[in-house]
Protein backbone atom coordinates (compact mmCIF):
# COMPACT_ATOMS: atom_id res chain seq x y z
CA UNK A 1 0.00 0.00 0.00
CA UNK A 2 1.57 3.26 -0.94
CA UNK A 3 1.81 5.46 2.26
CA UNK A 4 3.03 9.21 2.16
CA UNK A 5 3.11 11.55 4.91
CA UNK A 6 4.02 15.09 4.66
CA UNK A 7 5.17 16.94 7.73
CA UNK A 8 7.10 20.39 8.14
CA UNK A 9 4.43 23.16 7.57
CA UNK A 10 3.56 25.53 9.95
CA UNK A 11 3.42 29.54 9.95
CA UNK A 12 6.22 31.73 8.98
CA UNK A 13 6.17 35.68 8.40
CA UNK A 14 6.90 36.81 4.90
CA UNK A 15 11.17 36.27 3.62
CA UNK A 16 11.21 33.39 5.70
CA UNK A 17 11.71 29.52 5.11
CA UNK A 18 10.47 26.13 5.60
CA UNK A 19 11.38 22.89 4.59
CA UNK A 20 8.66 20.30 3.39
CA UNK A 21 9.05 16.53 4.23
CA UNK A 22 7.35 13.52 2.67
CA UNK A 23 7.56 10.45 3.75
CA UNK A 24 6.97 7.64 1.23
CA UNK A 25 6.56 4.05 1.47
CA UNK A 26 4.67 0.67 0.23
CA UNK A 27 6.48 1.17 -3.50
CA UNK A 28 9.97 1.09 -5.36
CA UNK A 29 10.95 4.20 -4.49
CA UNK A 30 13.56 4.85 -7.45
CA UNK A 31 10.91 4.32 -9.97
CA UNK A 32 8.37 7.06 -8.93
CA UNK A 33 7.80 11.11 -9.62
CA UNK A 34 7.28 12.81 -6.03
CA UNK A 35 5.18 15.93 -6.64
CA UNK A 36 4.23 19.15 -3.97
CA UNK A 37 0.96 20.33 -4.70
CA UNK A 38 -1.17 23.31 -3.37
CA UNK A 39 -4.95 24.19 -2.55
CA UNK A 40 -5.66 27.79 -0.91
CA UNK A 41 -9.18 28.30 -0.18
CA UNK A 42 -11.35 28.41 -2.72
CA UNK A 43 -8.80 27.96 -5.49
CA UNK A 44 -8.03 24.80 -7.57
CA UNK A 45 -5.09 22.42 -6.20
CA UNK A 46 -2.45 23.56 -8.42
CA UNK A 47 1.58 21.62 -9.08
CA UNK A 48 4.21 23.29 -7.35
CA UNK A 49 7.00 21.27 -8.21
CA UNK A 50 8.29 17.45 -8.44
CA UNK A 51 11.30 15.11 -9.17
CA UNK A 52 11.06 11.79 -10.84
CA UNK A 53 13.11 9.60 -8.89
CA UNK A 54 13.78 8.09 -12.20
CA UNK A 55 16.21 9.92 -13.65
CA UNK A 56 16.43 13.20 -11.20
CA UNK A 57 14.98 15.95 -13.53
CA UNK A 58 12.74 18.49 -11.45
CA UNK A 59 10.21 20.75 -12.67
CA UNK A 60 8.69 23.69 -10.93
CA UNK A 61 6.16 26.09 -11.58
CA UNK A 62 6.66 29.39 -12.65
CA UNK A 63 5.69 30.95 -9.37
CA UNK A 64 8.07 29.24 -7.32
CA UNK A 65 11.09 29.09 -9.95
CA UNK A 66 14.13 30.47 -8.02
CA UNK A 67 12.64 30.48 -4.40
CA UNK A 68 11.10 26.69 -3.75
CA UNK A 69 13.96 23.52 -4.47
CA UNK A 70 12.98 19.95 -4.42
CA UNK A 71 15.54 17.51 -3.27
CA UNK A 72 15.08 13.46 -2.59
CA UNK A 73 16.77 11.34 -0.02
CA UNK A 74 16.46 7.89 -1.59
CA UNK A 75 17.66 6.26 1.34
CA UNK A 76 15.32 7.88 3.16
CA UNK A 77 12.11 7.10 0.77
CA UNK A 78 11.60 10.87 1.54
CA UNK A 79 11.45 14.13 -0.91
CA UNK A 80 12.14 17.33 0.32
CA UNK A 81 10.62 20.70 -0.88
CA UNK A 82 12.91 23.81 0.48
CA UNK A 83 10.55 26.71 0.48
CA UNK A 84 12.85 30.35 0.79
CA UNK A 85 11.84 33.76 0.67
CA UNK A 86 8.21 33.12 1.01
CA UNK A 87 5.24 35.10 0.25
CA UNK A 88 1.95 35.57 1.89
CA UNK A 89 0.44 33.94 -1.60
CA UNK A 90 2.32 31.01 -0.81
CA UNK A 91 -0.18 29.98 1.47
CA UNK A 92 -2.25 26.88 1.37
CA UNK A 93 -2.63 23.26 2.30
CA UNK A 94 0.75 21.79 0.58
CA UNK A 95 0.00 17.83 -0.68
CA UNK A 96 2.28 15.51 -1.34
CA UNK A 97 1.59 12.57 -4.36
CA UNK A 98 3.10 9.68 -6.38
CA UNK A 99 2.71 8.44 -9.41
CA UNK A 100 4.98 5.54 -11.51
CA UNK A 101 7.41 7.66 -13.43
CA UNK A 102 6.43 6.20 -17.14
CA UNK A 103 3.05 7.02 -16.58
CA UNK A 104 3.72 10.52 -16.28
CA UNK A 105 2.88 12.51 -19.25
CA UNK A 106 5.26 14.20 -21.40
CA UNK A 107 9.44 15.18 -19.49
CA UNK A 108 8.87 19.23 -19.04
CA UNK A 109 5.99 21.60 -18.29
CA UNK A 110 3.21 21.63 -16.07
CA UNK A 111 1.91 19.08 -14.34
CA UNK A 112 -1.44 18.32 -12.97
CA UNK A 113 -3.52 16.67 -9.73
CA UNK A 114 -5.00 14.20 -12.50
CA UNK A 115 -1.48 12.94 -13.36
CA UNK A 116 -0.85 11.38 -9.99
CA UNK A 117 -2.60 8.51 -8.26
CA UNK A 118 -1.82 8.77 -4.51
CA UNK A 119 -1.51 11.35 -2.18
CA UNK A 120 -0.91 12.50 1.05
CA UNK A 121 -3.24 14.22 3.81
CA UNK A 122 -1.08 17.32 3.58
CA UNK A 123 0.53 20.41 5.70
CA UNK A 124 -0.52 23.51 6.31
CA UNK A 125 1.99 26.46 5.22
CA UNK A 126 1.30 29.90 6.46
CA UNK A 127 3.08 32.98 5.73
CA UNK A 128 2.16 36.30 7.15
CA UNK A 129 2.56 39.35 5.97
Known amino acids: EVQLVESGGGWVQAGGSLRLSCAASGFTFNDYAIGWFRQAPGKEREGVSLINNSDGSTRYTDSVKGRFTISSDNAKNTVYLHMNSLKPEDTAVYYC??????????????????????WGQGTQVTVSS
Open 97 to 118: AAEFSTVLPGNSGPFYPADFGS
